[in-house]
């Protein structure tokens, strides 16, 4: 399973937020944790990745700071029904339009506020073991 992670990338530390307390988590090797702008990475055709794999992905959007290609992201995402935890820094203040474009969706909207990364790791590793396939 892949589990995308998809953010702003510009007014928003994402590294220091998302992607160091994300890879210390241990999915178990049926999962590839996908940091599509990790430095020394390979660029992410997110769009394929999403379409292709609409039946073994989930995707974490995190919403602390307004992006117009996450907004790209996570309508390709409801277009193939993919399961998305939104997440957002306490003191961020988040746009309404996730919510009501996905409150009406077959998976509903599913948002977790964290204060730290211990919270973080928390509403991850929780929202993926629903989804993983055993």
């Known amino acids: 399973m892949y589990i995308y992670v998809g953010h702003a990338t510009q007014g928003f530390d994402y590294k220091k937020y998302l ?3 994300l890879a210390k988590l241990v999915f178990g ?3 590839n944790l996908i940091l599509p702008h990790k430095q020394g990475s390979t660029p992410i055709n997110s769009e394929e990745l999403i379409k292709n794999n609409k039946k073994n992905i989930v995707m974490i959007a995190d919403l602390s700071t307004a992006s117009t290609g996450l907004g790209i992201e996570l309508a390709w995402a409801r277009d193939v029904n993919i399961p998305v935890l939104f997440v957002s820094r306490a003191s961020s203040k988040v746009s309404v339009a996730p919510k009501y474009l996905w409150q009406y969706s077959d998976l509903g909207y599913q948002h977790y506020e964290y204060s730290d ?3 973080l ?3 991850v590793k929780t929202f993926v073991k629903k989804y993983l396939r055993h």
């Open 19 to 21: 992607y160091e307390p």
């Open 121 to 123: 790791q928390e509403a």
């Open 117 to 119: 990364s211990r919270g």
């Open 29 to 31: 090797n049926d999962c």
